[in-house]
């Protein structure tokens, strides 16, 4: 179990501003479900795929310094298809890593399929956490992923980004200003723990 302190954010005179609560975030590494995929970006002709998801858990302390754990499904892994004639491969991050998240990237738009919960957050380069499938089970317009962690059911990276900024306390008023404030704070940690990549089935 982690242990919470308040970390400081630094002004540019070098002196602390207003103390942002730390944020744990861990992957698991056991299936909870499944969720329809594709293979990305150039699978399509590949047909849809069914992958196992995984439970992303959140823990952190409120404003009234209560313990708070609560619990997401997500995408973890992902079909990567560069060439349709040389197939798919699972790709994400498999092995036991811990990363500070870098920043609140507000401009980011789900690539994979249609999406109204922008924006995402940059574990490191091009793994992000993001808005996944509102419903897993979806063969019409399935989401895919080559990496990123995707939050799974209706408003739920919405609700995801509420839970972070209760759990973080930034200072801002407006919240665009809370989501970039927590970004450039350093303060949340992700953990994956290892797992082993799964298998793509057909359908």
């Known amino acids: 179990m982690p242990t919470f302190r308040h970390r400081t954010k630094l002004t540019p005179d070098g002196k602390g501003s207003a103390d942002m609560r730390n944020v744990h975030l861990e992957v698991g590494n056991k299936e909870i479900g499944t969720a329809k995929t594709w293979a990305y970006p150039n699978g399509t002709a590949l047909g849809v795929f069914t992958l196992p998801t995984y439970e992303l858990t959140v823990r952190g302390t409120n404003g ?13 892994f992902g079909l990567l298809c560069k060439d349709p004639a040389s197939g798919a491969s699972v790709v994400g991050l498999a092995n036991a890593q811990s990363h500070i998240i870098k920043a609140w990237l507000p401009h980011y738009r789900v690539h994979s399929a249609p999406s109204r919960e922008d924006g995402a957050w940059q574990v490191y380069d091009n793994f992000l956490i993001h808005d996944g499938p509102d419903d897993t089970q979806d063969k019409v317009s399935p989401y895919a992923s080559i990496g990123c962690i995707e939050l799974c059911g209706p408003r739920q990276f919405i609700a995801f980004n509420d839970l972070i900024i209760e759990l973080s306390g930034p200072s801002a008023a407006k919240r665009a200003d809370q989501l970039a404030e927590v970004g450039r704070s350093k303060t949340i940690e992700i953990r994956y723990l290892p797992a082993k990549r799964p298998k793509a089935s057909p359908g």
Request: hydrophobic share 40%; no cysteine.
């Open 64 to 76: 009234k310094g209560g313990s708070v754990i609560k619990t997401f499904e997500v995408f973890r």
